[in-house]
C-alpha cells in the first residue's frame, strides 16, 4: 500500500481539487461505501473483494448494484437475479436495483403506505410525468440505498454496510448531486426531507466515503483526477483510490534485471523458437509494469490520497476464488491504512 505523496508540488490542476482530509478509522466501518470510477476500471470486482473482505470481518454487508448486467452470478457462483435484496454467502447480501422498482419501493417509503402508492404513483398520467422528471428515476436508486443504511431488524440495524457499486464515472455525479439540487431547488415538502436525509450521509466522511477506483494508465488516471475534483467541488468525502490490475515489477532490479536484459540483446535467443516467445512476452510484460508504475507516481502527485493496490490476476475464470484472493489482497492494505489513521 502507498500512503504519502510524491514530493513535487501538484498540476494547477489537481490544486483545484481541495486537499482532502485524511481518512479516519476503519474504512469499512462506515455505513456506506461508493465504489466509482471510468467504466472498464473494475469497479463491480473492487466493490465485490471489499464486500467479501467486510463480510469475513464479521459485517453483515450489501453490496447494492444499479442496473447492472448482473455479473454477480458469474462471480459469486449463484443463480439468482438479485432483484430483490438475496443472499450470497455468509454475512453477504446482493441487490441489483432498477429504476421501476426502486421508484416503487422510495414512493412507499415516502408516502408510508402501499395504498397510497398505488392510487397516486400507479396512475397512467403520473407515471408518463415521472418518466419525464430528469434524474427522479437515479434519485429513487440513491434513496433506496440510503434506505438500506438506515433499516432495522430486531432493534439494530439489518447491514452494517451498504457498498454501492456505482455507475460510471460522470453518472455517478449526476446521481450524488441529486439530493442538494433539490434541496436548493425545490419547497419543503415530502421530497425535501429524504433529500436531506440523502445528503447528511454523503456528506458525513465518518459514515460515507468515495473509493475511487482505476487501473495504472493514460485515460482511467485523468478521469479519476477529473472524479476526485468533481466530488471536492460537491463537499462529498473521498476515500482510499483502488489502483486495480497492476502488473507486477518482475525482471526490473538485481541480478534477474542483469541477466534478464542480457538474454534480450542475444539475436540467438530472440530466435530461438521456444526462448524466443518467452523473452517477448516478459518484456511487454515488464513494460507495462513499468508504465502502471508511472502513472501511480502520477496520482500520488496530483491526488494526496492513500492508494490501495490490486495485482492483475491471469487465469481462464474470475469467480469466488479470484475474489477471496483479491480480498486477502485488500485486508492488509486496509489495516495498514486503520493503523496509521489511529498513528497520526
Known amino acids: 500500500m502507498s500512503v504519502a505523496p510524491d514530493a513535487k508540488s501538484p498540476t494547477p490542476a489537481a490544486a483545484t481539487a481541495a486537499k482532502p482530509d485524511p481518512i479516519s478509522g476503519h474504512l469499512l466501518s462506515r455505513r456506506l461505501l461508493i465504489v466509482a470510477g471510468k467504466g472498464g476500471v473494475g469497479r463491480t470486482t473492487v466493490a465485490c473483494a471489499l464486500a467479501v ?189 483502488v489502483v486495480n490490475r497492476l502488473y507486477p515489477p518482475r525482471l526490473s532490479s538485481g541480478l534477474p534485471k542483469l541477466g534478464f536484459d542480457e538474454l534480450l540483446r542475444s539475436d540467438s535467443a530472440l530466435a530461438d523458437p521456444v526462448l524466443g516467445p518467452v523473452l517477448r512476452a516478459a518484456r511487454l510484460h515488464r513494460h507495462r509494469a513499468q508504465l502502471n508504475e508511472q502513472h501511480v507516481q502520477r496520482l500520488h502527485r496530483e491526488l494526496p490520497l492513500p492508494q490501495l493496490h490490486l495485482p492483475y490476476l491471469f487465469g481462464e475464470s474470475f469467480g469466488q476464488a479470484a475474489l477471496d484472493e483479491l480480498a486477502d489482497r485488500l485486508e492488509g492494505q486496509v489495516e495498514a491504512l486503520a493503523a496509521a489513521s489511529r498513528l497520526s
Open 53 to 241: 473482505l467486510a463480510a469475513r470481518l464479521g459485517k453483515r454487508v450489501l453490496l447494492a448494484q444499479t442496473r447492472s448486467k448482473n455479473r454477480l452470478r458469474e462471480l459469486f457462483g449463484v443463480e439468482r437475479d438479485f432483484s430483490e435484496v438475496a443472499p450470497v454467502r455468509d454475512n453477504l447480501w446482493a441487490v441489483n436495483m432498477t429504476p421501476e422498482s426502486s421508484l416503487r419501493e422510495y414512493g412507499m417509503m415516502v408516502m408510508h403506505s402501499s395504498f397510497l402508492y398505488r392510487q397516486v404513483f400507479e396512475r397512467d398520467v403520473v407515471r408518463a410525468f415521472l418518466r419525464a422528471v430528469p434524474g427522479l428515476y437515479d434519485y429513487a436508486m440513491l434513496g433506496k440505498t440510503w434506505f438500506h443504511t438506515t433499516e432495522q431488524v430486531g432493534g439494530r440495524p439489518r447491514f452494517d454496510l451498504v457498498i454501492l457499486d456505482g455507475p460510471a464515472t460522470g453518472h455517478v455525479l449526476t446521481l450524488l448531486r441529486i439530493p442538494k439540487v433539490i434541496l436548493d431547488t425545490v419547497p419543503e415538502g415530502p421530497l425535501t426531507g429524504p433529500a436531506r436525509d440523502n445528503w447528511s450521509l454523503l456528506t458525513d466522511p465518518k459514515r460515507c466515503l468515495t473509493v475511487l477506483t482505476t487501473l495504472a494508465e493514460d485515460l482511467p488516471v485523468t478521469e479519476t483526477l477529473q472524479l476526485s475534483r468533481g466530488l471536492a467541488e460537491l463537499g462529498l468525502p473521498r476515500g482510499p483510490i
